[in-house]
């Protein structure tokens, strides 16, 4: 075994050297395939242009498909035009990895600099399968909760907001009951018209965004490996969170049930301008508040997902992404080198600058939530630790699962059926479209 990894690093070391001698070589292209837009484009650019001037010679080509990504993705590889690089998302590993469409990247980490150890253990581990390394982690983030202080302060829960302080950790006995009561209390009518315009909360319809609470009720989805869905994503405790979460919506407590099916687009509006109390998201919707938070205009706490009583803490779910180079890249070498930079300390360190996710690097997250004056980093960064990646990072076509488990509240919500009975009916078509 020795001897084997042994050839694999000198054989690394000796494609990575043959591409560092060519680097001032012209008329070389690279192709990196990403889904960013707007101002997240703008900073890969930066990133690309720093690889570029560190190679006279290469340019890099971002080529962005923020809508049919991976169909495209896998099209281009499929019919031997793939990018030399391309992000590849957390649900998307199984995916591209069971299909041999990316590179086994762990004979080249040591002539890369990439120590899985700098990173964070779960993200790493979502682009791991035994001693193989598929992508190099870019950044990721923890479901959390967005908390709107002045929204509680008014609605006079004390007892909530000194645990709030940034980057004071999790307030003790943070249950579903006592953000059910400091839900309740901010709900009001503020213009007398007899219609409540202050929310506890916004529903969270879409598995990615309420699978948290399953698992923070000491249950789960799936089987453990991911074998099947029955029992688990109908179970008692996926049972408790699903009445839980529609209790807030029958009760008023959320917007009305016309955002079950089409989802909520003024979320983050009405949050910022105290209309709602809470948001659950991701460090994604970060950005959408520095605006705010720099001119005193908000004032954010970061909150981990309340949790069962029966639990001690709540479980959160990370989703995370990494660069991947496909097996029939036309510049291998160059690729793999490339992708190695896009991973770096000073990528991510460029990256930053847009706060739509943590760097997957512990150094460079510790770097930019020490120089944040809010706290908002550091209380992200600590609510990384319990959490767990998405099943989607072990179980392929994922999203088929998330598309029929969005019914199962839905159903509740807009026709009114039973949890169990739709929970159930929908663990069944899982297991049958799965061959569980």
Not at 53 to 81: C, F, K, Q
Not at 163 to 190: L, Q
Not at 252 to 258: D, K, M, V, W
Not at 304 to 326: K, M, N, R
Request: charged share 20%; hydrophobic share 45%.
């Amino acid at each position: 075994m020795r001897s084997s990894r042994w050839k694999d690093f000198v054989l690394a070391v000796l494609v990575l050297a043959a591409a560092a001698c060519s680097r001032g070589e012209a008329g070389i292209t690279l192709r990196v395939a990403l889904w960013a837009g707007g101002h997240e484009l703008e900073i890969e650019r930066q990133v690309a242009d720093r690889y570029e001037a560190l190679h006279p010679g290469v340019r890099v080509v971002l080529e962005s498909a923020p809508n049919g990504y991976e169909e495209r993705l896998l099209t281009s590889i499929a019919a031997g035009r793939p990018p030399d690089v391309y992000l590849m998302d957390s649900p998307d590993v199984p995916t591209f990895v069971e299909r041999g469409l990316a590179l086994d990247l762990a004979p080249y980490r040591e002539a890369l600099g990439f120590r899985p150890d700098s990173v964070f253990g779960q993200v790493a581990d979502a682009f791991r399968r035994g001693e193989s390394m598929f992508a190099l982690p870019k950044d990721f983030t923890p479901m959390v909760l967005y908390a709107n202080r002045d929204v509680l302060t008014a609605a006079g829960v004390e007892g909530l907001l000194p645990a709030m302080s940034p980057g004071a950790g999790p307030p003790p006995g943070w249950t579903w009951e006592d953000f059910r009561r400091a839900a309740e209390a901010v709900v009001a009518d503020t213009d007398g018209d007899g219609r409540d315009d202050v929310f506890g909360f916004d529903f969270p319809r879409n598995l990615y965004q309420w699978i948290p609470f399953v698992w923070s009720a000491g249950g789960d989805i799936l089987a453990p490996g991911g074998s099947g869905a029955a029992g688990y994503l109908d179970g008692l405790e996926a049972l408790e969170a699903y009445r839980f979460l529609t209790a807030l919506a029958e009760d008023g407590l959320t917007p009305g049930a016309q955002f079950v099916q089409q989802g909520d687009p003024a979320r983050e509006a009405r949050f910022a301008s105290g209309g709602q109390a809470f948001l659950l998201s991701g460090h994604w919707t970060l950005p959408v508040f520095r605006d705010l938070l720099g001119a005193g205009a908000l004032d954010l706490a970061i909150l981990p997902i309340p949790h069962h009583p029966s639990q001690a803490a709540a479980t959160s779910v990370l989703y995370a992404s990494g660069w991947a180079v496909p097996p029939n890249a036309r510049e291998l070498r160059r690729a793999i080198d490339l992708a190695g930079f896009l991973a770096s300390p000073e990528a991510q360190r460029i990256r930053a600058r847009s706060g739509l996710a943590i760097p997957s690097r512990m150094d460079v997250a510790a770097e930019i939530a020490a120089a944040d004056g809010t706290g908002v980093e550091a209380a992200f960064i600590a609510l990384v630790e319990g959490a767990r990646m998405t099943w989607g990072a072990r179980v392929r076509d994922f999203s088929r699962i998330e598309a029929l488990a969005v019914e199962i509240m839905d159903r509740r919500l807009v026709r009114g059926e039973s949890l169990t009975a739709s929970s159930a009916d929908v663990a069944r078509r899982i297991d049958a479209q799965f061959g569980w």
